[in-house]
């Protein structure tokens, strides 16, 4: 399958890094889209230019999907005020058809930050509009179908409600390695959150494993309003 990532910021993927490895491996294509530049991602030295720690992170995100084998995209939204607007539903909706895409994972819609928030309500209305061929300015032909469309674990795991878990114990060692790439948010989450990214993953991830009786999984809610929803099993098992 083709598989497409979209997120608020470069670090965002980290809540799904476990299940595009194995999807990976499986044999699917994977990309990883983001709306903001990422240049408010240096709390850790404010005098930090927001140009260039844009350019950094947008690097780090681009260096994870190398090394995966996928793609990377940005669309560059000001961090921090991510906006539902025309360009931003376009630009998703192009990236989505261009991508062919089968299976769109997002930020949940209740998320600690509004950027999060507004992405999924941005990816929830581009999904639809993948099949909508009266999009004249959209420059790449419409899907036969709408992707399926599925929401990624919460920051912390709060008020998410898992439907799906996929066991990443098998690759688990492969997302730290991962996780360590985003170099400027290991630094920016401790300072910011009090922990860096690869113990988050620890801590998320074998509390979800907990859950579902492995050691480490990442967590899944499928978008069940209509056209959205696919019947089968889409995620690695």
Same mark, same amino acid.
């Given at each position: 399958?083709?598989?497409?990532?979209?997120?608020?910021?470069? %670090? %965002? @993927?980290?809540?799904?890094?476990?299940?595009?490895?194995?999807?990976?491996?499986?044999?699917?294509?994977?990309?990883?889209?983001? $709306?903001?530049?990422?240049?408010?991602?240096?709390?850790?030295?404010?005098?930090?230019?927001?140009? !260039?720690?844009?350019?950094?992170?947008?690097?780090?995100?681009? =260096?994870?999907?190398? =090394?995966?084998?996928?793609?990377?995209?940005?669309?560059?939204? &000001? %961090? @921090?005020?991510?906006?539902?607007?025309?360009?931003?539903?376009?630009?998703?909706?192009? $990236?989505?058809? &261009?991508?062919?895409?089968?299976?769109?994972?997002?930020?949940?819609?209740?998320?600690?930050?509004?950027?999060?928030?507004?992405?999924? !309500? $941005?990816? #929830?209305? =581009?999904?639809?509009?993948?099949?909508?061929?009266?999009? +004249?300015?959209?420059?790449?032909?419409?899907? +036969?179908?709408?992707?399926?469309?599925?929401?990624?674990?919460?920051?912390?795991?709060? &008020?998410? @409600?898992?439907? /799906?878990?996929?066991? $990443?114990?098998?690759?688990? !060692?492969?997302?730290?390695?991962?996780?360590?790439?985003?170099?400027?948010?290991?630094?920016?989450?401790?300072? #910011?959150?009090?922990? %860096?990214?690869?113990?988050?993953?620890?801590?998320?991830?074998? /509390?979800?494993?907990?859950?579902?009786?492995?050691?480490?999984? @990442?967590?899944?809610?499928?978008?069940?309003?209509?056209?959205?929803?696919?019947?089968?099993?889409?995620?690695?098992?």
């Amino acid at each position: 399958m083709n598989i497409v990532y979209v997120g608020a910021h470069q %670090d %965002d @993927e980290m809540n799904c890094l476990g299940t595009l490895t194995k999807c990976v491996q499986r044999g699917d294509h994977v990309a990883v889209a983001t $709306i903001s530049n990422g240049d408010k991602g240096a709390q850790y030295d404010p005098s930090f230019p927001h140009d !260039e720690i844009s350019r950094v992170r947008i690097g780090e995100s681009s =260096a994870i999907m190398q =090394a995966l084998g996928g793609s990377y995209y940005c669309m560059g939204q &000001e %961090d @921090e005020y991510i906006e539902d607007n025309r360009q931003a539903r376009n630009w998703v909706t192009r $990236i989505l058809r &261009e991508a062919r895409a089968d299976l769109v994972l997002t930020c949940p819609l209740n998320d600690y930050n509004p950027d999060h928030s507004i992405t999924g !309500e $941005i990816v #929830f209305h =581009a999904v639809m509009l993948t099949t909508v061929r009266t999009m +004249d300015e959209i420059e790449a032909p419409p899907l +036969d179908r709408v992707p399926a469309m599925y929401y990624c674990d919460s920051c912390a795991g709060i &008020e998410f @409600e898992p439907a /799906f878990y996929v066991d $990443i114990s098998d690759v688990f !060692e492969r997302k730290r390695e991962l996780c360590g790439l985003f170099k400027t948010q290991m630094i920016n989450m401790q300072v #910011f959150g009090g922990w %860096d990214l690869v113990t988050y993953a620890e801590v998320l991830n074998r /509390f979800r494993g907990l859950q579902c009786g492995v050691q480490y999984a @990442e967590a899944f809610r499928p978008e069940l309003r209509w056209p959205r929803a696919r019947p089968g099993i889409l995620l690695p098992q």
